[in-house]
Nanobody, 115 residues
């Protein structure tokens, strides 16, 4: 059973930084394509960034130049470094794994950016 556990969320002032982590167990991590999504109140869940098993990355236009997704295959962990945070980045952030054509989700971590 693949399990994902996010951490690192919290309350930060606008312009600040946070780093989210997502620890993955129950799979061969290096074979996972990983992604971060977010869902703000009253809005649909949206893709923030993803990283393939080969290390290729993709970002939503709204976070390009501010957020960086990375992975450490020795620690079975994917990260989301978030800089220059804005109030509109406030959301629950979810980690997702694609592993052998199946999707797995974490429980989410709250990020709140105050103005």
């Amino acid at each position: 059973q693949v399990q994902l556990v996010e951490s690192g969320g919290g309350l930060v002032q606008a312009g600040g930084s946070l780093r989210l982590s997502c620890a993955v167990s129950g799979s061969i991590f290096r074979l996972n394509d990983m992604a971060w999504y977010r869902q703000a109140p009253g809005k649909q869940r949206e893709l923030v960034a993803d990283i393939t098993s080969g290390g290729f990355t993709n970002y939503a236009d709204s976070v390009k130049g501010r957020f960086t997704i990375s992975r450490d295959n020795t620690r079975n962990t994917v990260y989301l470094q978030m800089n220059s945070l804005k109030p509109e980045d406030t959301a629950v952030y979810y980690c997702k794994s694609n592993y052998f054509y199946r999707e797995y989700w974490g429980q989410g971590t709250q990020v709140t950016v105050s103005s």
